[in-house]
């Protein structure tokens, strides 16, 4: 069992940052690859970008390489999202989920998920 708990969103203007927290207890944190993923209000959640195990590996969707930047320091048992450049079309839940491999896009292959962190990007 892997407890996630993500912090770090807010509101922000257009071009903005925010850095976006995700800290795991529980079961080995550094055995899980970790997404993040994001839900605005009446859409399915859709995946970010996810990160391996041991951090060297990453996976991006299109809409936010360059801007957003995965990372995760396994001693401190958390992971990271930064996000930069920001859109309003970014605004959004985002969740942190842990899994079994980066390569995995689907919510269906994330076993542990966070509550949420609301991003709101004002234009």
């Known amino acids: 069992q892997v407890h996630l708990v993500e912090s770090g969103g807010g509101l922000v203007q257009a071009g903005g940052s925010l850095r976006l927290s995700c800290a795991a207890s529980g079961r080995a944190f550094s055995s899980y690859a970790m997404g993040w993923f994001r839900q605005a209000p009446g859409k399915e959640r859709e995946f970010v970008v996810s990160?391996?195990?041991?951090?060297?590996?990453?996976y991006y969707t299109d809409s936010v390489k360059g801007r957003f930047t995965i990372s995760r320091d396994n001693g401190k048992n958390t992971a990271y999202l930064q996000m930069n450049s920001l859109k309003p079309e970014d605004t959004a839940a985002y969740y942190c989920a842990a899994g079994a491999s980066f390569r995995n896009r689907a919510v269906a292959q994330y076993n542990y998920w966070g509550q949420g962190t609301q991003v709101t990007v004002s234009s």
């Open positions: 990160i391996g195990q041991s951090g060297d590996s990453a």
